[in-house]
């Protein structure tokens, strides 16, 4: 059992004394109130684990002194004690905040079982208050970088619309921060308690999205053994966002429809319709609008989703925010790599800053890491200011209009030295290049398909 710091309130003075000799052999610190103003001192002095209460205290009751005590400590749970002729009142107890009650005489072991419940549980909401607390860190407006007037215009339409329950379109080229923008609109709207669900729709098979989106019935189709619950059933009063929403299949596209208009959907083999209230934010780096003209996506489903549009620009249109920005990541991975690193000199800042950056914030964002992992001075040089070629961004074409290549050409160029980078810097162990590169497996084994690269030929010999 693990031990805590309790405090026993009760009249009864051999009572309390038995209480204690049975928590300190447990291994428990022990304080003990005979009175309530004795223990409102105590928890106004001390940080207590757990309080334990006599209903009928001589001078008040105990639902009054537990209420008191959480005032000063709204964390700290609370077992009352009570006779068998009161347990109406130790349930009353538990409705205005009592974690639970124990009826006397009480048995030794049934005491210490409630006390570590208490304590565990105790423990649970403050880990997960202390996760929050990081995710929000993380994620709060406060902490996304935006220097520049296009950012800055992009947050204020963001708290502006976070508390509503429109549908959300985010849009822009990859690296741009769509899944960034999307958690801080989760933690600044009123669902910012539930869960927060996502799913990159480009990353799963045509097959396999709609199970993973509505959920299956046991037996729906040959592999579905049990049941299955959808992310829609699971982001059920929080937030679902579907990344890469014009990849979605269009034979899905009206079933998505039908949650959008009735916030209802029908699992895979089901014949039962489940209501859903979600907040649905969508992203894509497609033109929808053209897709639409190609008879790629729905119309219908278009204007739906198109409700509260938000465009994040290209690194490269906001040039203000790289500087703050590789200030950001810096500070990150010297933390995480445990190492002391300045910053850069200066002119690797002026290449950082010079360059296009056609991977937007996420190359950036890797290339801090690459310095910062590669360093071995207190500064970063321009040497390891690397393009994801594998070459210095002293290499580029950025002052010489004459040698720019077409831009298909020179993406198409880049694309394929910077998945050569990655296979030679991870020996071909596609996990970690397509982490490196912030992209999920499926899109990388794409990519990799697209410029004809085969993994095995960056593999180490064994």
């Not at 480009?202 to 037996?219: D, I, M, Q, R």
Request: net charge negative.
């Amino acid at each position: 059992m693990s031990s805590g710091k309790i405090l026993a309130v009760d009249d009864d003075r051999n009572l309390i004394e038995l209480i204690r000799m049975r928590l300190e052999s447990a291994n428990h610190e022990v304080v003990t109130a005979l009175k309530d103003d004795e223990a409102v001192s105590a928890v106004r002095e001390q940080v207590f684990d757990l309080s334990i209460i006599d209903l009928k205290l001589a001078d008040r009751d105990g639902i009054s002194l537990m209420e008191e005590l959480h005032s000063i400590n709204p964390e700290m749970p609370v077992i009352i004690l009570t006779a068998h002729g009161s347990i109406e009142s130790a349930v009353e107890a538990m409705k205005r905040g009592a974690y639970s009650y124990l009826t006397k005489p009480f048995d030794q072991r049934e005491l210490l079982l409630q006390i570590e419940r208490a304590l565990e549980n105790r423990r649970l909401t403050s880990e997960i208050k202390r996760l929050k607390g990081l995710l929000e860190e993380r994620y709060d407006f406060a902490n996304i970088v935006a220097k520049s007037d296009k950012m800055r215009r992009v947050l204020d339409v963001v708290s502006r619309i976070a508390k509503t329950d429109s549908t959300v379109y985010i849009y822009g080229e990859s690296g741009t921060g769509k899944e960034l923008v999307a958690k801080a609109l989760h933690l600044a709207s009123d669902r910012k308690d539930k869960t927060f669900v996502a799913i990159n729709c480009a990353a799963v098979p045509e097959t396999l999205l709609e199970s993973e989106l509505f959920g299956h019935e046991k037996g729906a189709f040959t592999d579905a053994v049990k049941s299955k619950r959808g992310l829609f059933t699971q982001a059920h009063e929080g937030t679902i966002f579907l990344d890469e929403i014009g990849d979605m299949p269009i034979a899905l596209q009206p079933k998505l429809l039908r949650v959008l208009q009735e916030r209802q959907f029908f699992p895979i083999g089901s014949e039962k319709a489940m209501d859903v209230d979600v907040r649905v934010i969508v992203a894509t780096k497609k033109n929808l609008e053209e897709e639409v003209g190609k008879g790629i996506f729905r119309e219908d489903l278009f204007y739906r989703i198109h409700v509260i549009p938000i465009h994040l620009p290209a690194l490269r249109e906001r040039k203000e925010d790289i500087l703050p920005l590789v200030e950001h990541f810096l500070k990150k991975f010297c933390q995480q790599m445990k190492k002391q690193v300045k910053g850069f000199t200066p002119t690797a800042m002026q290449k950082l800053m010079l360059y296009s950056w056609p991977g937007n914030v996420r190359e950036l964002e890797n290339v801090i890491e690459y310095g910062v992992a590669m360093t071995q001075q207190d500064v970063i040089g321009e040497d390891l200011i690397l393009t994801t070629k594998g070459t210095t961004l002293e290499t580029l074409p950025i002052s010489s209009p004459e040698e720019v290549k077409p831009f298909k050409e020179a993406r198409d160029d880049f694309e394929r030295n910077y998945l050569i980078r990655l296979l030679e810097i991870s020996d071909g162990n596609v996990t970690r290049a397509a982490k490196l590169a912030g992209k999920y497996r499926a899109d990388f084994y794409d990519l990799l398909k697209k410029h004809d690269l085969k993994v095995e030929d960056f593999k180490k010999a064994q």
